[in-house]
């Protein structure tokens, strides 16, 4: 099972991005999945999540402005991120798991401009 994250970049404050990650060697239907993200000198933090029945839950800190969601057709979970601020500037990570294991995508770096 592999993970494949994109999607990052620079944008301004207040701009939006969307991340993908694709899911590759099983199907997606079944699995919890997560967007994490770390910022220089930081833990790692659970930003969004989605459970296998689509219950979506979210960070304090960007409830409002990003948005979870997947598409089982595409094998693909996205975060949809509007009004970005500095403090959203890290490297994202999603995350899935199923009955037989967790696994983790490569990271996408997300930089917001003051």
């Known amino acids: 099972v592999q993970l494949q994250a994109s999607g990052g970049g620079l944008v301004q404050a207040g701009g939006s991005l969307r991340l993908s990650c694709v899911v590759f060697?099983?199907?997606?239907?079944?699995?919890?999945v997560g967007w994490y993200r770390q910022a220089p000198g930081k833990q790692r933090e659970l930003v969004a999540s989605?459970?296998?029945?689509?219950?979506?839950n979210y960070a304090d800190t960007v409830k409002g402005r990003f948005t979870i969601s997947r598409d089982h057709a595409k094998n693909t979970v996205y975060l949809q991120m509007n009004s970005l601020n500095h403090e959203d500037t890290a490297k994202y990570y999603c995350?899935?798991?199923?009955?037989?294991?967790?696994?983790w995508g490569n990271g996408t770096l997300v930089t917001v401009s003051s």
């Open positions: 989605m459970s296998s029945t689509g219950i979506a």
């Open positions: 995350n899935a798991g199923w009955y037989f294991g967790d696994y």
């Open positions: 060697g099983t199907a997606f239907m079944g699995s919890n």
